[in-house]
Nanobody, 120 residues
Framework: QVQLVESGGGLVQPGGSLRLSCAAS????????MSWYRQAPGKERELVAA???????NYSESVKGRFTISRENAKNTVYLQMNAMKPEDTAVYYC??????????????WGQGTQVTVSS
């Protein structure tokens, strides 16, 4: 059974830090590209950060320089370190895994989400 379980969300003051974790099971984690998305109330879900199976990363402009995505294949876990947080970072954060075979068949998995609130 495939599972992506996020943890580490919560309430943080502006300027503070949080680290999200996503523990994966039920698939070969190391060959999947992993990402973090977020969805704020009334807004569409957006990509925050991504890391490929080879370790290449990319970030949305809104978090570049403040957030860091990383993965630990030995623990089947992907992380999102969030620093210098702003109220506009408030959202539900989702873990996402994706693999596309050469044949074009795609496998996509989502976690259940974890709430992050940035407020004084």
């Amino acid at each position: 059974q495939v599972q992506l379980v996020e943890s580490g969300g919560g309430l943080v003051q502006p300027g503070g830090s949080l680290r999200l974790s996503c523990a994966a099971s039920g698939f070969i984690f190391s060959i999947y590209d992993m990402s973090w998305y977020r969805q704020a109330p009334g807004k569409e879900r957006e990509l925050v950060a991504a890391i490929t199976s080879a370790g290449s990363t990319n970030y949305s402009e809104s978090v570049k320089g403040r957030f860091t995505i990383s993965r630990e294949n030995a623990k089947n876990t992907v992380y999102l370190q969030m620093n210098a947080m702003k109220p506009e970072d408030t959202a539900v954060y989702y873990c996402h895994g994706r693999r596309r075979r050469v044949s074009g068949v795609e496998f996509v998995y989502w976690g259940q989400g974890t709430q992050v609130t940035v407020s004084s």
